[in-house]
């Protein structure tokens, strides 16, 4: 890891640096608010208005991020049923489905990212990824052990199969969780002005989209000293700003609104060129399934898959 910056250099010295960054909070009033608001039996739904680049033209979809706390056993990286059952085996965690789907011409993409972070210190411990578009389907999986990354890679391509094993350096991260860690959901990932580099292993939405390995690169990320006002679909809000530059090339920026819950307002991380908040909502969508509940999708911002007719096929 390359030296952190901020405004506390020169007063710490930089491992104690590194540790503030890097490690959960001590139980606080802080932890206490997170668990208040995350452990209430509800999910986080936020909906985008999403721009992503395929095929080198920029394509108009949307996309939903639902965050949801929830056991997960350690030894099979799957949903508790039960967790009262062999509960040293039982890890409390943040799931994040995030879901894009847009056209490509004739036919449209759709895929799904989960992320399963620990609630404690917001590591990955699982990251599974699902792709469908009218070639065929793709599938992916990551479990994130202390030092090694435990990969499956399933697809219509022959040359993409792979089971694999690789080396997990000191504080790397998955591409995918930078959409939960940079919300600062117990503290803020940084410090106003405050910069860190870290090993990066790129997301499975851009292996797939670039037919890409899965390889480490590294990724330094900034945080603006000011807070600036942002408009989105869903309103105005203050936001802190975070830059993102990875090794590969690839540049971006997170907007996170300043106050709690700390949703992602805007982000531009390519291959996606955008996205925006629509709308959002504190619900159960799991028992929100029933004809008429699609009416909730207006408040997100989005439009249902398909829309039905008494007159219509």
Request: charged share 25%.
């Amino acid at each position: 890891m390359t030296p952190l910056r901020s405004g506390l250099e020169g007063r710490l010295p930089f491992f104690a640096l590194v540790i503030l960054l890097l490690l959960p909070a001590a139980p606080s009033q802080a932890a206490d608010a997170f668990s208040d608001h995350w452990h209430d039996g509800l999910a986080e739904i936020d909906g985008y208005r999403l721009r992503v680049e395929r095929y080198g033209q920029v394509r108009v979809g949307q996309a939903v991020m639902i965050y949801v706390t929830e056991p997960l056993r350690k030894s099979t990286r799957v949903k508790a049923d039960h967790p009262d059952v062999n509960p040293q085996d039982v890890v409390d965690v943040l799931k994040l489905n995030f879901v894009r789907d847009f056209q490509t011409g004739i036919y449209d993409y759709n895929t799904m990212t989960s992320v399963f972070s620990r609630t404690s210190d917001f590591e990955a411990m699982k990251v599974s990824f699902s792709s469908a578009e009218w070639c065929g389907h793709v599938y992916s999986e990551s479990i994130f052990q202390p030092t090694q990354v435990e990969i499956t890679i399933r697809s219509y391509f022959e040359n993409e199969n792979a089971s694999l094993e690789v080396d997990r350096p000191r504080h790397g991260i998955a591409e995918e969780e930078l959409f939960i860690r940079l919300r600062g959901l117990r503290q803020d990932f940084l410090p106003p002005g405050g910069s860190v580099r870290l090993p990066l292993l790129p997301s499975s939405f851009v292996q797939r989209l670039l037919h890409q390995a899965p390889e480490w690169t590294t990724v330094e990320i900034d945080r603006l000293p000011t807070e600036e006002r942002i408009e989105v679909p869903a309103g105005a809000f203050d936001a802190m700003i975070y830059k993102v530059r990875i090794a590969d090339g690839r540049e971006g920026t997170f907007a996170i609104e300043t106050e709690m819950p700390h949703r992602i307002l805007q982000w531009k991380l390519e291959p996606d060129v955008e996205g925006v908040l629509t709308g959002t909502l504190r619900t159960p969508y799991w028992n929100q399934h029933d004809e008429g509940d699609e009416a909730l999708l207006e408040k997100l911002g989005l439009s249902p898959v398909v829309s039905h007719s008494e007159t219509g096929p």
